[in-house]
Protein backbone atom coordinates (compact mmCIF):
# COMPACT_ATOMS: atom_id res chain seq x y z
CA UNK A 1 0.00 0.00 0.00
CA UNK A 2 1.31 3.72 -0.98
CA UNK A 3 2.90 5.22 2.38
CA UNK A 4 1.08 7.57 3.62
CA UNK A 5 0.04 8.01 7.62
CA UNK A 6 -3.25 6.04 8.83
CA UNK A 7 -2.38 6.15 12.42
CA UNK A 8 -5.25 5.89 14.61
CA UNK A 9 -4.88 7.15 17.56
CA UNK A 10 -5.06 9.85 20.23
CA UNK A 11 -8.07 11.71 21.49
CA UNK A 12 -10.08 14.53 18.61
CA UNK A 13 -10.91 18.31 19.94
CA UNK A 14 -13.97 19.31 18.90
CA UNK A 15 -13.28 22.91 17.84
CA UNK A 16 -14.05 23.48 13.97
CA UNK A 17 -13.78 27.08 12.38
CA UNK A 18 -16.58 27.50 9.82
CA UNK A 19 -14.35 28.82 7.35
CA UNK A 20 -14.00 25.26 6.03
CA UNK A 21 -17.55 25.43 4.62
CA UNK A 22 -20.95 24.27 5.53
CA UNK A 23 -20.86 21.20 3.26
CA UNK A 24 -17.00 20.10 2.68
CA UNK A 25 -13.98 19.99 4.30
CA UNK A 26 -12.07 20.57 1.43
CA UNK A 27 -13.22 24.44 1.64
CA UNK A 28 -15.10 24.75 -2.21
CA UNK A 29 -18.30 23.38 -3.46
CA UNK A 30 -18.33 19.49 -4.48
CA UNK A 31 -19.30 18.08 -7.55
CA UNK A 32 -21.62 15.03 -6.81
CA UNK A 33 -21.22 12.32 -8.91
CA UNK A 34 -22.93 8.38 -8.89
CA UNK A 35 -20.72 5.82 -10.81
CA UNK A 36 -22.76 4.28 -13.69
CA UNK A 37 -23.01 0.89 -15.46
CA UNK A 38 -19.44 -0.08 -13.50
CA UNK A 39 -17.52 -2.77 -15.52
CA UNK A 40 -15.45 -5.39 -14.27
CA UNK A 41 -11.72 -5.43 -14.80
CA UNK A 42 -10.28 -8.80 -16.27
CA UNK A 43 -7.17 -9.50 -14.51
CA UNK A 44 -4.00 -11.39 -15.15
CA UNK A 45 -1.77 -12.85 -12.92
CA UNK A 46 2.03 -11.69 -13.15
CA UNK A 47 4.15 -14.63 -12.31
CA UNK A 48 6.97 -13.20 -10.58
CA UNK A 49 10.14 -15.66 -11.57
CA UNK A 50 13.59 -15.56 -9.50
CA UNK A 51 14.41 -13.90 -6.06
CA UNK A 52 13.04 -14.52 -2.48
CA UNK A 53 9.91 -15.23 -1.65
CA UNK A 54 7.97 -12.09 -0.82
CA UNK A 55 5.25 -11.46 1.10
CA UNK A 56 3.26 -9.13 2.68
CA UNK A 57 3.30 -6.83 -0.17
CA UNK A 58 2.87 -3.25 1.05
CA UNK A 59 3.46 -1.11 -2.41
CA UNK A 60 4.10 -1.56 -6.31
CA UNK A 61 5.51 1.11 -8.54
CA UNK A 62 6.67 0.63 -12.34
CA UNK A 63 9.67 2.17 -13.16
CA UNK A 64 10.51 2.06 -16.80
CA UNK A 65 10.12 -1.79 -18.08
CA UNK A 66 10.57 -2.89 -13.90
CA UNK A 67 7.53 -3.15 -11.45
CA UNK A 68 9.49 -2.30 -8.22
CA UNK A 69 7.54 -4.00 -5.25
CA UNK A 70 7.57 -2.85 -1.38
CA UNK A 71 7.53 -6.05 0.11
CA UNK A 72 9.40 -8.62 3.08
CA UNK A 73 10.75 -12.19 3.37
CA UNK A 74 12.73 -13.88 5.73
CA UNK A 75 15.78 -14.26 3.01
CA UNK A 76 16.79 -10.60 3.02
CA UNK A 77 16.49 -7.41 5.17
CA UNK A 78 15.66 -5.72 1.67
CA UNK A 79 12.44 -2.96 1.59
CA UNK A 80 12.71 -3.06 -2.54
CA UNK A 81 12.14 -6.07 -4.87
CA UNK A 82 12.46 -5.71 -8.37
CA UNK A 83 10.91 -7.36 -11.40
CA UNK A 84 11.18 -7.15 -15.10
CA UNK A 85 7.55 -6.10 -16.58
CA UNK A 86 8.13 -8.00 -19.84
CA UNK A 87 8.22 -11.71 -17.88
CA UNK A 88 8.89 -11.37 -14.33
CA UNK A 89 12.20 -11.86 -13.91
CA UNK A 90 14.03 -11.01 -11.00
CA UNK A 91 16.70 -8.30 -11.11
CA UNK A 92 17.39 -7.61 -7.36
CA UNK A 93 16.80 -5.94 -3.94
CA UNK A 94 17.56 -2.83 -2.82
CA UNK A 95 17.38 -0.58 0.34
CA UNK A 96 18.20 -2.43 3.48
CA UNK A 97 16.95 -1.27 6.68
CA UNK A 98 18.93 0.62 8.91
CA UNK A 99 20.56 3.97 9.23
CA UNK A 100 23.73 3.15 7.43
CA UNK A 101 24.37 3.89 3.88
CA UNK A 102 22.58 3.36 1.45
CA UNK A 103 19.94 2.81 3.99
CA UNK A 104 16.25 3.52 5.13
CA UNK A 105 14.04 2.78 8.19
CA UNK A 106 10.79 2.94 6.48
CA UNK A 107 10.59 3.87 3.06
CA UNK A 108 7.90 5.52 0.86
CA UNK A 109 7.47 5.21 -2.91
CA UNK A 110 5.99 8.31 -4.66
CA UNK A 111 6.72 8.92 -8.34
CA UNK A 112 9.88 8.89 -10.93
CA UNK A 113 11.62 11.77 -11.80
CA UNK A 114 14.66 12.02 -13.98
CA UNK A 115 17.82 13.65 -12.80
CA UNK A 116 20.11 13.84 -15.47
CA UNK A 117 18.18 11.81 -17.87
CA UNK A 118 18.14 8.60 -15.93
CA UNK A 119 14.73 7.38 -14.41
CA UNK A 120 15.23 7.69 -10.75
CA UNK A 121 13.05 6.13 -8.11
CA UNK A 122 11.50 9.34 -5.34
CA UNK A 123 11.86 7.58 -2.02
CA UNK A 124 10.58 9.16 1.10
CA UNK A 125 11.11 8.27 4.89
CA UNK A 126 9.21 9.83 7.71
CA UNK A 127 11.03 8.03 10.68
CA UNK A 128 14.51 10.57 8.94
CA UNK A 129 12.17 13.02 7.84
CA UNK A 130 14.32 13.39 4.27
CA UNK A 131 13.64 12.44 0.66
CA UNK A 132 15.96 9.93 -1.47
CA UNK A 133 16.60 9.03 -5.24
CA UNK A 134 16.77 5.87 -6.55
CA UNK A 135 18.69 4.90 -8.75
CA UNK A 136 17.68 1.96 -10.08
CA UNK A 137 18.96 1.02 -13.61
CA UNK A 138 21.96 1.72 -11.86
CA UNK A 139 21.44 -0.49 -8.76
CA UNK A 140 20.25 -3.23 -11.19
CA UNK A 141 23.61 -2.78 -12.95
CA UNK A 142 26.18 -2.74 -9.97
CA UNK A 143 24.13 -5.26 -8.37
CA UNK A 144 23.67 -2.54 -5.42
CA UNK A 145 22.02 0.06 -3.65
CA UNK A 146 22.91 3.43 -5.36
CA UNK A 147 20.83 5.93 -3.17
CA UNK A 148 21.48 9.22 -2.46
CA UNK A 149 19.85 11.52 -0.14
CA UNK A 150 17.78 14.81 -1.44
CA UNK A 151 17.07 17.01 1.59
CA UNK A 152 15.25 17.28 4.21
CA UNK A 153 11.05 17.29 4.84
CA UNK A 154 9.18 19.67 7.32
CA UNK A 155 8.57 18.41 10.33
CA UNK A 156 5.24 16.67 11.08
CA UNK A 157 5.41 15.15 7.20
CA UNK A 158 2.50 12.82 6.06
CA UNK A 159 3.11 12.42 2.43
CA UNK A 160 5.51 13.65 -0.48
CA UNK A 161 5.95 13.19 -3.83
CA UNK A 162 7.18 14.21 -7.14
CA UNK A 163 5.91 17.05 -8.71
CA UNK A 164 8.59 17.60 -11.73
CA UNK A 165 12.24 16.56 -12.31
CA UNK A 166 12.73 19.60 -10.28
CA UNK A 167 10.05 19.46 -7.66
CA UNK A 168 9.08 18.03 -5.12
CA UNK A 169 6.19 18.31 -2.54
CA UNK A 170 5.76 17.31 1.28
CA UNK A 171 2.59 17.15 3.31
CA UNK A 172 2.82 18.30 6.64
CA UNK A 173 0.57 18.83 9.87
CA UNK A 174 0.30 22.07 12.08
CA UNK A 175 -1.76 23.43 15.06
CA UNK A 176 -4.00 25.21 12.13
CA UNK A 177 -4.58 22.13 9.59
CA UNK A 178 -2.45 20.46 7.25
CA UNK A 179 -0.47 22.29 4.57
CA UNK A 180 1.99 21.82 1.82
CA UNK A 181 5.45 22.79 0.90
CA UNK A 182 7.01 22.78 -2.62
CA UNK A 183 11.03 22.07 -2.33
CA UNK A 184 13.66 21.95 -5.01
CA UNK A 185 15.05 18.58 -5.49
CA UNK A 186 18.15 20.07 -3.30
CA UNK A 187 15.56 20.33 -0.38
CA UNK A 188 15.41 24.20 -0.45
CA UNK A 189 11.83 25.79 -0.10
CA UNK A 190 9.86 27.26 -2.87
CA UNK A 191 6.65 28.09 -1.47
CA UNK A 192 4.08 26.78 1.22
CA UNK A 193 0.62 26.43 0.92
CA UNK A 194 -2.44 25.26 2.74
CA UNK A 195 -4.78 22.40 2.01
CA UNK A 196 -6.82 21.65 4.94
CA UNK A 197 -6.94 24.89 6.84
CA UNK A 198 -8.65 25.82 9.95
CA UNK A 199 -8.58 22.68 11.16
CA UNK A 200 -5.77 20.96 13.87
CA UNK A 201 -3.61 19.29 11.43
CA UNK A 202 -2.34 17.78 14.86
CA UNK A 203 -6.04 15.76 15.94
CA UNK A 204 -7.30 15.09 12.80
CA UNK A 205 -4.37 14.07 10.59
CA UNK A 206 -5.56 10.39 10.20
CA UNK A 207 -9.30 11.45 9.35
CA UNK A 208 -8.13 13.64 7.07
CA UNK A 209 -4.90 11.26 5.55
CA UNK A 210 -5.15 11.55 1.47
CA UNK A 211 -2.59 9.63 -0.57
CA UNK A 212 -1.43 12.90 -2.40
CA UNK A 213 -0.34 12.45 -6.26
CA UNK A 214 0.61 15.09 -8.86
CA UNK A 215 0.22 15.32 -12.69
CA UNK A 216 3.91 15.13 -13.14
CA UNK A 217 4.84 18.87 -14.89
CA UNK A 218 1.60 20.46 -14.24
CA UNK A 219 0.68 22.84 -10.98
CA UNK A 220 -2.26 20.34 -9.93
CA UNK A 221 -2.32 17.65 -7.17
CA UNK A 222 -4.73 15.63 -6.03
CA UNK A 223 -6.04 14.09 -2.45
CA UNK A 224 -7.89 10.56 -2.10
CA UNK A 225 -9.46 10.91 0.68
CA UNK A 226 -9.41 7.89 3.41
CA UNK A 227 -12.04 8.47 5.22
CA UNK A 228 -14.52 10.44 3.46
CA UNK A 229 -16.06 9.92 -0.01
CA UNK A 230 -14.40 12.18 -2.08
CA UNK A 231 -11.30 13.51 -4.29
CA UNK A 232 -9.65 16.86 -4.41
CA UNK A 233 -7.96 18.94 -6.97
CA UNK A 234 -5.70 21.53 -6.11
CA UNK A 235 -3.97 24.08 -8.18
CA UNK A 236 -0.84 25.03 -6.42
CA UNK A 237 -0.19 27.60 -8.00
CA UNK A 238 -3.35 29.39 -8.59
CA UNK A 239 -5.20 27.81 -5.30
CA UNK A 240 -8.30 27.11 -7.19
CA UNK A 241 -9.76 23.97 -5.83
CA UNK A 242 -12.33 21.26 -6.86
CA UNK A 243 -13.70 18.42 -5.26
CA UNK A 244 -15.47 15.24 -6.67
CA UNK A 245 -17.77 13.16 -4.33
CA UNK A 246 -18.97 9.75 -4.92
CA UNK A 247 -21.56 9.95 -1.92
CA UNK A 248 -23.78 12.59 -0.36
CA UNK A 249 -22.56 11.44 3.24
CA UNK A 250 -19.23 14.12 2.42
CA UNK A 251 -21.55 16.54 3.83
CA UNK A 252 -20.85 14.99 7.24
CA UNK A 253 -17.73 15.30 7.34
CA UNK A 254 -17.44 16.95 10.56
CA UNK A 255 -19.15 14.33 12.30
CA UNK A 256 -16.86 12.11 10.61
CA UNK A 257 -13.89 13.71 11.75
CA UNK A 258 -14.99 13.23 15.06
CA UNK A 259 -16.21 9.35 15.04
CA UNK A 260 -13.58 7.16 17.60
CA UNK A 261 -11.12 5.27 16.03
CA UNK A 262 -12.30 2.02 14.07
CA UNK A 263 -16.09 3.63 13.50
CA UNK A 264 -15.18 5.03 9.97
CA UNK A 265 -15.79 3.52 6.27
CA UNK A 266 -12.73 3.16 4.33
CA UNK A 267 -13.14 5.02 0.97
CA UNK A 268 -9.78 5.75 -0.90
CA UNK A 269 -6.71 3.39 0.06
CA UNK A 270 -4.18 4.49 -2.68
CA UNK A 271 -4.00 6.60 -6.34
CA UNK A 272 -2.04 7.15 -9.20
CA UNK A 273 -1.73 9.40 -11.97
CA UNK A 274 -0.90 9.56 -15.28
CA UNK A 275 -0.19 12.19 -17.76
CA UNK A 276 -4.12 12.25 -18.14
CA UNK A 277 -5.67 10.76 -15.29
CA UNK A 278 -5.84 9.69 -12.15
CA UNK A 279 -6.81 6.41 -10.75
CA UNK A 280 -8.41 5.52 -7.56
CA UNK A 281 -8.41 2.47 -5.33
CA UNK A 282 -12.01 2.68 -3.96
CA UNK A 283 -13.47 0.35 -0.91
CA UNK A 284 -16.80 2.37 0.59
CA UNK A 285 -15.98 -0.71 3.12
CA UNK A 286 -16.79 0.04 7.27
CA UNK A 287 -13.29 -0.01 8.87
CA UNK A 288 -13.13 -3.11 11.02
CA UNK A 289 -14.33 -5.22 8.05
CA UNK A 290 -11.28 -3.98 5.62
CA UNK A 291 -9.13 -4.20 8.70
CA UNK A 292 -9.72 -8.00 8.54
CA UNK A 293 -9.64 -7.75 4.62
CA UNK A 294 -13.70 -8.19 3.74
CA UNK A 295 -13.91 -5.98 0.91
CA UNK A 296 -14.06 -5.50 -2.46
CA UNK A 297 -12.17 -3.02 -4.87
CA UNK A 298 -13.07 -1.03 -7.87
CA UNK A 299 -10.99 1.82 -9.77
CA UNK A 300 -12.39 5.23 -9.66
CA UNK A 301 -10.82 7.67 -12.88
CA UNK A 302 -10.56 10.90 -13.07
CA UNK A 303 -9.46 12.81 -15.61
CA UNK A 304 -7.15 16.38 -14.96
CA UNK A 305 -10.04 18.43 -14.75
CA UNK A 306 -11.53 16.96 -11.78
CA UNK A 307 -14.04 14.91 -13.91
CA UNK A 308 -15.26 11.61 -13.14
CA UNK A 309 -14.81 9.35 -15.94
CA UNK A 310 -15.72 5.88 -14.90
CA UNK A 311 -15.83 3.42 -12.42
CA UNK A 312 -14.79 -0.14 -12.84
CA UNK A 313 -15.02 -3.06 -10.36
CA UNK A 314 -11.75 -5.52 -9.42
CA UNK A 315 -12.61 -9.45 -9.29
CA UNK A 316 -9.52 -8.89 -7.33
CA UNK A 317 -9.25 -7.96 -3.82
CA UNK A 318 -6.81 -5.58 -4.69
CA UNK A 319 -4.59 -3.34 -2.49
CA UNK A 320 -2.01 -1.79 -4.31
CA UNK A 321 -1.83 -0.11 -7.66
CA UNK A 322 0.57 1.19 -9.91
CA UNK A 323 0.27 2.50 -13.18
CA UNK A 324 2.59 2.23 -16.68
CA UNK A 325 2.36 4.92 -19.00
CA UNK A 326 4.54 3.29 -21.88
CA UNK A 327 1.69 0.38 -22.19
CA UNK A 328 -1.59 1.89 -20.58
CA UNK A 329 -1.29 -1.21 -18.27
CA UNK A 330 -2.55 -0.90 -14.44
CA UNK A 331 -1.07 -2.98 -12.00
CA UNK A 332 -2.26 -4.53 -8.78
CA UNK A 333 -1.21 -6.28 -5.63
CA UNK A 334 -4.16 -8.33 -3.76
CA UNK A 335 -4.65 -9.30 -0.14
CA UNK A 336 -2.45 -12.90 -1.22
CA UNK A 337 0.24 -11.25 -2.19
CA UNK A 338 0.19 -11.67 -6.10
CA UNK A 339 0.39 -9.20 -8.73
CA UNK A 340 -2.04 -8.81 -11.50
CA UNK A 341 -2.13 -7.05 -14.73
CA UNK A 342 -5.05 -4.93 -16.04
CA UNK A 343 -5.10 -3.42 -19.77
CA UNK A 344 -7.34 -0.21 -19.64
CA UNK A 345 -7.88 0.22 -23.12
CA UNK A 346 -11.46 -1.17 -23.34
CA UNK A 347 -12.34 0.71 -20.23
CA UNK A 348 -11.12 4.08 -22.23
CA UNK A 349 -12.81 3.12 -25.21
CA UNK A 350 -16.05 2.59 -23.31
CA UNK A 351 -16.37 5.92 -21.84
CA UNK A 352 -15.13 7.36 -25.34
CA UNK A 353 -11.75 8.68 -23.91
CA UNK A 354 -9.58 10.10 -26.42
Same mark, same amino acid.
Given at each position: ?14 ? @? ?13 ? *? ?11 ? *? ?21 ? @? ?8 ? !? ?18 ? +? ?43 ? /? ?15 ? *???? @? ?33 ? +? ?34 ? @? /????? *? ?82 ? /? ?9 ? !? ?19
Amino acid at each position: MKRFSLLLFGTVSVL @LLASCGDSNVFDCEA *ELVTPENELTLNG *EEVLLKGGPLIGGILDIQVVDSF @LVVKASTKES !QDFLYVYSIGGGDFAGSFVT +EGRGENELLSPGMRGVYHPEGNSSLFLYDLSLCRSYSLNLSGSIS /DGKTRLSEIGELPASTL *EACV @LSDSLQLACYTRPDGIFGEVLDMSGHTKRSFAIYP +ELSGYNYFDKLSSPVNAFIGTSTVTFAMVMLPQVNF @L /DINTG *ERHSCAVDKSYRDWEKTITLENGSQTIYYMDAVTSDKYLFALFYNTPFMDWAKGDFTASLHIFDIDGNFIRAAAFDEQIKAITY /DTRTGILYGAD !QNDRIFRYDLSDLFRSATLQ
